[in-house]
């Protein structure tokens, strides 16, 4: 038997015997954990306030990609008060754009891009659409930031699923089989099990948080998590 096969083999035997099966028991105790530990570690950033606009909202989740939080932090407030609103920011010359956004980087792309998304919320009148085929229709707004807006615009649980979320759920509930995480269906219904809460806010955020600064990709800090008992990324490694 060649040893592709064997390898093959030996890693779906790996996954049936030790994959947690995402049960409503072990979610709900991952949401209590969750819950718990954002109330004491949680990060706070100005995208998270209770009270904020649609407008602020979407700018935040646009300037997140593929940025750290910390970064954006200490630029998005700089960033509202000098273009509040659609309407100024579609107004805005293009270089004068790139100068504001040069300090998170990839300024000419995201200028590009918040202008044409701009010009379309004005052309909205700033109204974002509850109907997700409405919503994914507006340039830029791919899946993550239509849940954002369904989440904290919207109110609706929805799971803020990027790269980070994704590995937490995966190192503790078992690997996904697809990859790119936007059609992997295990981890799409996976991660909209965990988060369909009243507070599904503080448990996207949590989880977030969690995964910056526990369940890190890089050095993990297992020794001190508390989900290690139960955690398959953990066992695997003893």
Same mark, same amino acid.
């Given at each position: ?5 064997? #390898? ?5 035997? /790996? ?6 099966? =995402? ?5 709900? %105790? ?55 609103? /659609?309407?100024?920011?579609?107004? %805005? ?24 998304? #701009? ?5 909205? @009148? ?12 507006? =340039? ?12 904290? #615009?919207?109110?609706?649980?929805? =799971?803020?699923?990027?790269? @980070? ?33 009243? @507070? ?25 998590? =508390? ?12």
């Amino acid at each position: 038997m060649p040893s592709e096969t064997v #390898a093959f083999l030996f890693f779906t035997f /790996w996954v049936r015997l030790y994959v947690a099966k =995402p049960t409503k028991k072990n979610i709900k %105790a991952l949401q209590n954990f969750l819950l718990d530990w954002y109330e004491k570690n949680g990060r706070d950033f100005p995208w998270r306030k209770r009270r904020i606009s649609h407008y602020k909202i979407v700018i935040a989740e646009t300037l997140l990609q593929r940025t750290k939080a910390e970064t954006v932090s200490t630029f998005y407030s700089d960033f509202i008060e000098e273009f509040p609103n /659609w309407e100024h920011l579609a107004s %805005a010359d293009v270089n004068r754009l790139e100068k504001s956004l040069r300090p998170i980087g990839l300024y000419r792309q995201r200028a590009k891009r918040l202008k044409l998304l #701009a010009t379309e919320m004005v052309k909205r @009148n700033g109204q974002l659409p509850r109907e997700r085929e409405d919503l994914e229709s507006i =340039p830029f707004i791919g899946q993550y930031i239509a849940n954002a807006v369904e989440l904290v #615009a919207f109110n609706e649980p929805s =799971p803020l699923i990027d790269v @980070n979320m994704s590995r937490l759920l995966e190192r503790y509930f078992g690997p996904r089989k697809m990859a790119d995480i936007r059609y992997d269906p295990y981890l799409q219904e996976l991660s909209m099990k965990v988060v369909s809460h009243e @507070n599904a806010r503080e448990i996207n955020w949590s989880i977030l948080d969690f995964a910056a600064q526990i369940c890190k990709a890089k050095n993990p800090r297992c020794a001190e998590c =508390p989900l290690r008992v139960d955690c398959i990324y953990y066992q695997k490694q003893l």
